[in-house]
C-alpha cells in the first residue's frame, strides 16, 4: 500500500499582496531538488500543472504558485502594475520565503518567457532549466500564430478580422472564432477535457491577460508585445531542455529558436500535442521531465 504523498498550502506576502503556494511531496528523497513550476497566462493558473503531482512519488518535491493577479493569489486593482520585473521579484521572494536554495524551474508558455529572463538574471541555487511551449521573441510567436489563424476557415479568419478591426474582440462572435483556434493547437483539442484545465474558468487572472497581453492569442497589444531575449538566449548557462508540441501554437520553429540560441540544450517534440503535453501525453512527459532532471542531478550529459 502506497503512502499518501503530502501537501502544503499556504501565502507568501509580497509587495503588501499575498501569493497563494501549494507543495506536494515536503518530505523529498535526498539529493532530489524541488522543481518550481511557473504558470502560463499572463493570467493563467497553477492548475494545468497538476499531473505533475505524481512527480512527487519519486521523491521529488513539486511547487506551484498562482501569479499575482491569478487564481487564488490577491488581485491589485491597478493593472498597470504587472510588468516582467514583478514578476521576477515575486519568483525570488517566494523562493526565499520558502527556503528553496537549489531548484529546477520549469516554465510554460508565458512561464518560459519569465523563467528564460529568470535565468539571466544568473541567480544563485539554479540547477536547470526546462522551456515547455514557450519562445523568446513575442513578435516571432505572434506571426506564428497568425499564420495558423490564416489556416483556419475563411469565414472564421474573417470573423476574426472584422472584429480586431472594429475593436470588439470582446464580442461572443469572436470569442466563438476564438475557440476554432483553440480546438487545434490548445485545450480544446483534449477530448475530454481534463477538469484541471476546466476549473481555470471564471478564476481571476483575464485582467493580466490583457494588461500584460492582449485580447487574444494572436492580437499582441500590452506591453509584452516587443519582448524578444533572443540575441540574450547564450547567457543563460543552466542544463536546458525546451519540449513542445507539434501542434503547439508556439511552433517547432519558435521553440527552435529557444533550443538554437541557449548552449547546449536539448528539444524534445511531443508528436500528439498541441500547447500543453503534460496534458495530451502526460505519461511519456513525466518520463522525459524526470529523466532529464535525474541526469541532471547526477552530472550526467550531454547539455
Known sequence: MSTPVSTEEGYVPFRGYRIWYRVVGTAPEPGKLPLICLHGGPGFTWDSFEPLEAMAATGRRLVFYDQLGCGNSDVPTDTSIYTVALYLDELAGLRRVLRLDRVH??????????????ALTQPEGLASLILA????????????????????????????????VAGTTDSSEYEEACRVYSRRHCGGRLDPYPECLARIAGKPGEDAFYAMWGPSEWCVTGPLKDWDVVSRLGGINVPSLVVGGRYDEATPDVME????????SEWVIFENSGHF???????RYLEVLSEFLDRVEAGGGPF
Open 257 to 264: 529558436t529557444v533550443y538554437r540560441g541557449i548552449p547546449g
Open 133 to 164: 511551449d514557450t519562445g523568446a521573441s513575442v513578435p516571432q510567436w505572434e506571426a506564428a500564430m497568425r499564420r495558423l489563424v490564416a489556416e483556419l476557415p475563411p469565414d472564421v479568419q474573417q470573423t476574426i478580422l472584422e472584429h480586431e
Open 277 to 283: 503535453p503534460h496534458l495530451e501525453e502526460t505519461e
Open 105 to 118: 524551474i520549469l516554465g510554460h508558455s508565458w512561464g518560459g518567457m519569465l523563467a528564460m529572463e529568470y
